[in-house]
């Protein structure tokens, strides 16, 4: 039986409670520490990790834990430091997304880790979801061009609030989310970005950045594509969850469910808000283009039930067997870091886009 990978842990919020759970109950990790800035006054650490060494400081967790491996799940500003510190002290990354808040800094961690050989894996959960992979599947045989329709908005309220006020301040909703759904644009129509347009607006006083953007991408195979989220607790929940691909050969949706939400019960927090229905797809709706002499359609729409999905733990623990999987087959990683850097670029831009209002040509 191969060695236990050695794994610190930094940041337990949403993302890296579900990581740390991940590796607790993995055989293939052992967590030597979990680290947060507030995590000795925190009073919700989940029963499972209560025994651990906590600590607040990144330097000095990664010089006493010594690990193989940190899972980086912290504010996004902080990414690309405890990235490159990790690193550099040999270990592999898991890091949640995104890679980095600018070019520069994700370029420098994809460079470190293909310098010292170590591992860096993207937490773009749609990756491993068989319900997204299936989408991705069935949008690729619809013809060119595509056109690509993705939103995620989410009403702030309860925890919500305070985690969405607290994002903010490292990054805009449509750069901390979109990097997740231009992914999916990319792996739809492997195609080129050529053009990017964003448009915004700051619609919640407490929130230091505009919490409300829109960003449309042209591809140099005629595909285009919107994406679209909003985070605060004036945000609408009517169409909330689109996503929409069109082709010449027809359509893809998918259909997810809108009302009922256990976190909502638990937490208080709005269903939009709510983390497990970011990845609900209840089902595929395809449609079919082709007609016949008398113009009605050929074949009728078909629906695809997704009901035995995985839920969002099991999504993470899957992130967490493929981590330990490139870790222990030595797994070439090339095509992935390239995307987590070419869509941060798109995001970037279209922030940049909102800022200087203009589009933005990529090169």
Known sequence: MADKVRILVAGLGNMGASHASAYHRSDGFEIVGIMSRTIKSNKKIPKELAGYPLYEDFDLALRETKPDAVSINSWPNTHAEYALKAIAANCHVFMEKPLATNIEDAEKVVAAARAKNRKLVLGYILRVHPSWIKFIEVGKTLGKPLVMRLNLNQQSS??????????????????????????????????????????????????????????????????????????????????????????????????????????????????????????????????????????????????????????????????????????????????????????????????????????????
């Open 158 to 363: 309860g925890s919500a609030w305070h985690w969405h006020k607290n994002l903010i301040d490292s990054l805009i909703p449509i750069v901390d989310c979109g990097v997740h759904y231009v992914d999916v644009m990319c792996q739809l129509t492997g195609a080129r970005p050529v053009r990017v347009h964003g448009i915004g607006a700051k619609l919640w006083a407490e929130a230091d950045k505009q919490n409300y953007g829109h960003l449309h991408v042209t591809f140099d195979d005629g595909s285009v594509g919107w994406y679209e989220a909003g985070w605060g607790p004036m945000m609408s929940e009517t169409a909330y969850f689109v996503k929409d691909v069109v082709g010449p050969k027809g359509a893809v949706s998918i259909v997810a469910g809108q009302s009922g939400s256990s976190a909502k019960e638990a937490e208080d927090v709005s269903d939009s808000a709510d983390i497990d229905r970011h990845t609900k797809t209840d089902a595929l709706k395809i449609h079919y283009a082709e007609v016949d002499g008398d113009k009605n359609f050929s074949k009728p729409d078909e629906i695809v039930s997704m009901e035995d999905e995985p839920g969002h733990q099991e999504l993470c623990d899957r992130e967490q067997a493929f981590f330990l999987r490139a870790i222990r087959e030595d797994l070439d990683l090339t095509e992935q870091m390239d995307a987590a850097v070419n869509s941060l670029r798109i995001v970037l831009a279209a922030e940049q886009s909102i800022a200087e209002k203009r589009t933005v040509e990529l090169a």
